[in-house]
């Protein structure tokens, strides 16, 4: 019943911006934390960064000072702003969320992914 749909994804030059967006739609009652994973070619999926449902954040080392989290509750929508971009970012993004469909019941959802690539 619930679905989180990534976008911003994208192709751009070692030292460049992106800005990624993820929806979350359905039936939900609330959210409470909402996270950026990444996976690169080869690799572990890592988790990136976390927002809570208050607004507290948490990064990975490798992109803090350079990536922020954010989210608007009133559009259920999380958002990860990425500066200063490296071509070790290079990965698909995956947005994730524990949503409530009920004051009593909720889930882990995950995105489907967006692909960024960052070229040297």
């Known amino acids: 019943q619930v679905q989180l749909v990534e976008s911003g994804g994208g192709l751009v030059q070692a030292g460049g911006s992106l800005r990624l967006s993820c929806a979350a739609s359905?039936?939900?009652?609330?959210?409470?934390?909402m996270n950026w994973y990444r996976q690169g070619p080869g690799k572990q999926r890592e988790l990136v960064a976390v927002i809570t449902s208050g607004g507290s954040t948490n990064y990975a080392d490798s992109v803090k000072g350079r990536f922020t989290i954010s989210r608007d509750n009133a559009k259920n929508t999380v958002y990860l702003q990425m500066n200063s971009l490296k071509p070790e970012d290079t990965a698909v993004y995956y947005c994730?969320?524990?949503?409530?469909?009920?004051?009593?019941?909720?889930?882990?959802?995950w995105g489907q992914g967006t692909q960024v690539t960052v070229s040297s």
């Open positions: 359905g039936s939900i009652f609330t959210i409470n934390a």
């Open positions: 994730n969320a524990l949503v409530f469909t009920t004051v009593i019941g909720g889930s882990n959802y």
